[in-house]
Every structure is written in C-alpha cells, then in structure tokens.
C-alpha cells in the first residue's frame, strides 16, 4: 500500500498529438466522403438532366408525329432535299400536280422525322428515329440496343426503356418507347402487314452525355478545390486547437500540480499537511496489521511561547519563525519518517519502522534539542521551546485520529507538568485530558456564570506592624470539578485570548473593591492592591489601554497598584514586555519582581524593567529556619534590593520565627498564613469593622493557626 504522494498522479495526460492525427484523418475521411458524395450527386444529376432531354425530344418527337399522322403527311415540292419517297412508291397519291400544275410529292410523318431528326443530329447530336423489326426504310432498321428494346416490348410488355449506352464510342442516354398501329398509319405500313393495334416498333431517342459529363468534370474541378481548401482550412484549424490545447494542456497540468501540492502540503512550510499525515500514519498501521513486527510512534509537537511570541512581534516573525522551526525539525528526521504541521505551532512526527519504544524517546530528545537554539530572525534573538507527546502504534487503533488524539493528549500532559518535557501516552491521560478539556471550554462562560471570585491576602509592614495592601488571588469553583486552583486553569487560559477578560475583570474588580475598602476604613494611609499579570496579558499590544481605562473608570489611584510579574515573563519577550511596563511606570503603577530569586534573578532585569518591589518566593523564607543558605540567600536579596532602592516583600511567611528572621534583615513587607490567609470580601470586611487600621494584632488575635508552624498551602 503507498501513500497519496507515492502514487502515480491519477490524472489522464491528453495525447495531444495523437488527438490531433485522429482528428484530421476524421475530417479528411468527411471531407473524402462529401467529396465523394458531391460528385456522385452531380453525377446523378446530370444524368436525370440527359434523362429529362430524352423524355422531352421523346414527347416532342411524339406529338409531331401524331400531328402528321392525322393530317396524313405533308406534301412539298421534289427538291434535292424532298425528292420523292421511293419507299412510298406503292401509294397512287404519293406525286400530285396542283391546278397550277405544281408538282407535289408526299411526305409522311417516318420521312420528315427522318429528315428532321438527321439535322437535328448534325446541330445537336441528338439521335432520333423510329424502328421496327419490319420497316419500309432499310435505314430505319434498328440496331442491337434499339432491337434488344423491342423485344422487351414484345416479351415483357414494358413500356418504355431507359438506358446509358455507348454510340460509335461515344455516352449516350438512349430512351425508348413503343409504338402502336393507328388506323391512319394503315395507308403507308399495311403493305407491310400491320393493322391498326400492332405493336409497329418503337421511337428511340439518344441525348450525348458528353456535354453533361464535361459540365460535370468542370463542376467536380471545382468541387475537388473547394474541398481542398476546405480540408485545409480544417486541418489548420485541428493543428492550430492541438497547438492551443497542448498549451491548456500544461497550463492545466501545472495548476492541477499546485493544486495537488497545496491540498497535500502546508502552504507556508511546505510540510505534509494534515491530510497527508494521516494517509501516511495510515499506511503505517496497515503494515502493521499485517506485520506485527513493525513498529512505529507518532510525536505530537507543540511550540511553548509561541503564541506570546507572534503576538508580539507580528505574524510575519511568527511565519518565519515556523519556517526556520520547521527546518530544524526536517534536520533531525531519518529518511523513514515524516514530519508534518497539523496547524498554527503544532506539528507530528511519523517514526516509522522504530526498532524499540526507546528510539521513539530518542528521537523525541533530538527534537527537543533542535529548537533550543535561539533563531535570529529580523534581528531580534527569539526563544521557543516544544512539548512533545509520544503514542506508540498499536494494533488496537482504528483509525489515524485515534492516534493523533492520544498523542495529543500525551502532549498537554507534557505542557502542564511544565513544558520543555516529552511525555508518553498512558490510557489514564483520557481522565485528565476530559477534565483539561471541561476547563478550557468553560472558561469562555466562566465570567456569564459568575463563577470567579478574588480572594485577598494581608501584606503586613515590619515597620508599622499593620497592614499595607492586599494581593489579589483569582479563584474559581467550578459547580461540577469543584475548586480549581489558579494553576490549573490559569495556563489553559493563557492559551487563548479568554486570559484577556478574565485579567481585566480581575483587575477592575480588585482595584474598585480596595478602593471601597479605602473610602471606608482608610483614614490616613490608603491600602495598595497587588495584582498577578499573565505573560499573555503584558504581551498583548492593547494591555496598556486596557489598564488605563480600568484605572480612570474605577477612579483608582495608580500609586496603589502594584502589577506583579514573573521573571520567566521577562525572559520569553523581552521587547514587547519591556515597552509595556515602562508605560506603566508612566502610569504611576509600581511593578514588583514576582517570585525573585525562583528563576534566572538576572541583575539585568531589575535595570532594564526598573522595578519597585521584589517578592522573595516562599520556598526560600520556608526554609530560613532550616536551612542556613536559604536564610542566607533571603539577606542577599534584602541587601540587593537596598543597593537597588527596592522594596521587597517575603511571601509565605508561616512562623512566628520566620517572621522574626525577616524583620532582623530588614525585610519592609511580609504576607503568609500567620498573618492571615487569603480570605474573600467578606472576610476582610470582618477584619476592617475589628481594627480599620489592621494592626498585626488583630490578625493574629483573629488567626488561629498564628501561634506555630502550619501546613503550606497554596496563597
């Protein structure tokens, strides 16, 4: 079995030339035949022409001799020309002399037809003559043709006779009919022995075909140059379409090239499309049916940051991008396997003929590796990385989609353990991928259903032993899955624009309910508001309008809103996030290095970004007790932040000793579950009405757990 590609182009190739010889012998053969059809015609033609003229001088001979006939003959003076009838000698009225003395002699009918017909011959060559077997006129005798006609009278009663004979050598049309005795005939042709009834013989008349067959000839000339021309005229016309068709032909052959290669191949990297793969990968598992020894996978492929990526350098980088992408990715194959794009940054992998499950892993390794690079594209140094997701052909799959999709499945579980990973396809993926799927879906109803709500967690000054502001924590309960943590939902949204509503609602919301909260209970020093950005949101070109009317619509005063922002946001786009946040300086927002210390703490970034704040990550205050080099590790960030002019704030504060160890290093902002943990509008309300200025002693009188060590939980 092959695969589309491998075919043979299903496509007729016209032989043009030979369509082109086939048509021209069909138009000569019609051509031929009208020709042919023509000249027979005219052929026939004048023959009925020579048949009409003898019928005629038949008719005309006829009603002449009848004529005569009544009238008994016509007698004229014995001239040179007339001299009396010597086959008339019989009749006592043949010479007569007038009362004047004029001498007369007779004529009958047979004798002037005769005469008329031999001058008629001599100027027209037409032949006329009455005959019989018996006639007083040996010359009137009939020849082999003329007698042959009589007897068919006699013998077949016919009634007239029509014939194309030869004369002396020359074409004759020769007609004849029967005639019959009439009593007035009596006088001249009983010494014969005939009476009145008798078949006496026949009138004959011979038209020359010549002139008709020279007519026609002339005619046929004519016919046989216009045919030609005819001919010609077709046959250019035949070689001028074949030339014409020949060049449809391959105008033709190339657009249907194109078009083949466009419905099998991605347009803009000319990579096998979807269609494609799965014709392939189908092909593959019919081998597999019938060889169990085959072996192959399929690697689903997904581009992390890409999608950040485009949107901030445009879709024309974007492109590139997955052009020089989906180069590397052709580096790393074997000539056994197939790389394709399913569409927008995913792409799959064909690894046919796999000796063991492990080569797949490989190769998956390899791919991974190809795009660690970073591309150079436009001048600018871009940074993608790929999730990969692998399922082993089986012989259980139906279809090539069944595959696909597990192979998809394989792939978001990679992209949610947190990306840069290669996962392979186990049947208790389908469990998470419903659920993957559930959030994904209702995360575009999420905000109609009213099913989100922020949460807000203290931050405490060491310095004035009260609280400052509040952080912002989103949280979702789902009617059916329950609560559902920001990082379960928050990536999914990330991947499409829905992170764009969900980040404005939550900063509108936070930022229209601190400014309540100041309204009421803020006498002196207003309360801030700390708010997470996605890296989606701070990427998005419209982020800083969108933040500046939240700020004039609620009427919240920038100074208290502090944007918090992941140093791995910083690294992914530099550029775009770069402009944004040095917009929102100009707002008068203060930004603040969510999660320092986690990540890369590149000392470029708290100069490029120019931050106000650090947040020091829970792990490394967890672990101050403990652990001498994380406390040491809290110090020289505390100490870097001075030299910088930084704020800084330590989040997950859960001790009392922990506390202790960061008011020691002078740490200004602290926030945990000692103080407080994340607590929804009206729980901070119960707070506000016990103590507006929230003194640490209220919350730690109000908080329970404040006393010792509790659990980490999530904030």
Partial sequence: MKSLDQQLTIFVKLPIVKLVVLAILAWSALVGYSLDWNISNLQDEQAKLAISAAKSNWDKDQAFRQWATKHGGVYVQPTERTPPNPYLAHLDRRDVVTTEGMKLTLMNPAYMLRQMTTEFEDTYGVKGKITGKITLNPVNKPDAWELAAIERFENEQVTEVLEQAVIDGAPYMRYMKPMYMKKECELCHAVLGFKAGDLRGGVSVSIPMTPYLNAANETSRSMVITHIMVWLSGSVGFVAFGLYARRRHIERSALLARLEHGALYDALTGLPNRFLFSDRLNVSMARQARDRSHLFAVCFVDLDRFKNLNDSYGHA???????????????????????????????????????????????????????????????????????????????????????????????????????????????????????????????????????????????????????????????????????????????????????????????????????????????????????????????????????????????????????????????????????????????????????????????????????????????????????????????????????????????????????????????????????????????????????????????????????????????
């Fill in 317 to 715: 980088t974007g492109d590139q991008l997955l052009k020089e992408v989906s180069a590397r990715f052709g580096k790393v194959l074997r000539p056994s396997d197939t790389v394709a794009r399913m569409g927008g940054d995913e792409f799959t992998f064909l690894l046919d003929g796999i000796s063991k499950s492990q080569e797949a892993f490989q190769i998956a390794e390899r791919i991974l590796h190809s795009v660690e690079t970073p591309f150079e594209i436009g001048g600018q140094s871009l940074k993608v990385g790929a999730s990969i997701g692998i399922c082993l052909g089986d012989r259980k799959y139906q279809s090539p989609e069944e595959i696909l999709r597990d192979a998809d499945t394989a792939m978001y579980r990679a992209k949610y353990l947190g990306k840069g990973r290669i996962d392979i396809f186990e049947p208790e993926m389908h469990a998470e991928v419903a659920r993957t799927t559930r959030i994904e879906h209702d995360l575009h109803i999420v905000l109609e259903r009213n099913e989100l709500s922020i949460h807000y967690q203290p931050i405490v000054s060491l310095n004035t032993n009260r609280v400052e502001g509040f952080e912002a924590l989103l949280r979702w309960r789902h009617p059916l899955l329950g609560n559902i943590t920001p990082d379960q939902f928050i990536p999914i949204a990330e991947g499409s624009d829905v992170i764009q509503h969900i980040g404005q609602w939550v900063l509108e919301n936070a930022c229209r309910q601190v400014d309540l909260w100041n309204s009421l209970y803020a006498k002196e020093t207003k309360f801030f508001v700390s708010v997470n950005l996605s890296a989606r949101q701070v990427s998005h070109l419209n982020f800083i309008n969108v933040v500046q009317e939240t700020l004039e619509k609620v009427g919240f005063d920038p100074a208290y809103l502090h944007c918090e922002v992941t140093e791995t946001l910083l690294i992914n786009d530099q550029v775009t996030t770069r402009d944004n946040m040095a917009h929102l300086r100009e707002l008068g927002v203060r930004l603040s290095a969510d999660d320092f210390g986690k990540g890369y703490s590149s000392l470029n970034y708290l100069q490029d970004f120019s931050f106000n704040t650090l947040k020091i990550d829970k792990q490394f205050v967890q672990g101050m007790g403990t652990q001498g080099k994380d406390k040491r590790l809290v110090s020289s960030i505390v100490r870097l932040a001075k030299d910088f002019g930084l704020s800084v704030v330590a989040e997950g504060v859960e001790t009392r000793e922990q506390m202790e160890n960061l008011r020691r290093l002078n740490c200004r902002w602290v926030q945990g579950y000692y103080f407080c943990p994340p607590l929804p509008v009206d729980g901070i309300n119960r707070l506000l009405r016990s103590d507006a200025r929230l003194r640490t002693t209220t919350l730690l009188a109000m908080n329970p757990g404040a006393s010792g060590n509790i659990s980490s939980k999530t904030g």
